[in-house]
């Protein structure tokens, strides 16, 4: 895609991911930053929002399947995600199966 305007980035509490972050951050954009410290990803939201975008957060730690798959599900209920950024430096060992814009993601699969 070549503009998207819903992204999702893990990670995004500091290093690629917050540096990602701030590049797509423009009005327009909305922005799903994951990471595990809510304080850094406050930081690079007040730097993102300045910039135009939107941001939603969410403090968690991928490995967690479970609350990957829930946090993952909720965005997707409210708007569809057009591009995922799986920054995290660690996998949590899951799939993300392919979904279309009229569906929500189906499930996540533990490999």
């Not at 590049?23 to 990803?41: C, F, H, I, P, S």
């Not at 968690?60 to 799986?86: C, G, K």
């Not at 996998?91 to 490999?111: C, K, P, W, Y």
Request: aromatic residues 4%; neutral net charge; glycine residues 10%.
């Amino acid at each position: 895609m070549k503009n998207p305007n819903v992204i999702l980035i893990t990670g995004a509490s500091s290093g690629i991911g917050a540096a990602l972050a701030a590049t797509y951050a423009e009005r327009g954009v909305k922005l799903l930053l994951m990471g595990r410290d809510m304080t850094r990803l406050m930081d690079i939201e007040k730097i993102c929002r300045a910039q135009g975008a939107a941001v939603k957060l969410a403090a968690m730690d991928v490995t967690d399947t479970a609350a990957m798959r829930n946090q993952l599900l909720a965005w997707f209920d409210q708007e569809p995600i057009d591009l995922v950024i799986a920054n995290a430096g660690i996998s949590g060992g899951g799939l993300i199966r392919n979904a279309d814009h009229q569906s929500r993601f189906e499930e996540v699969v533990t490999t």
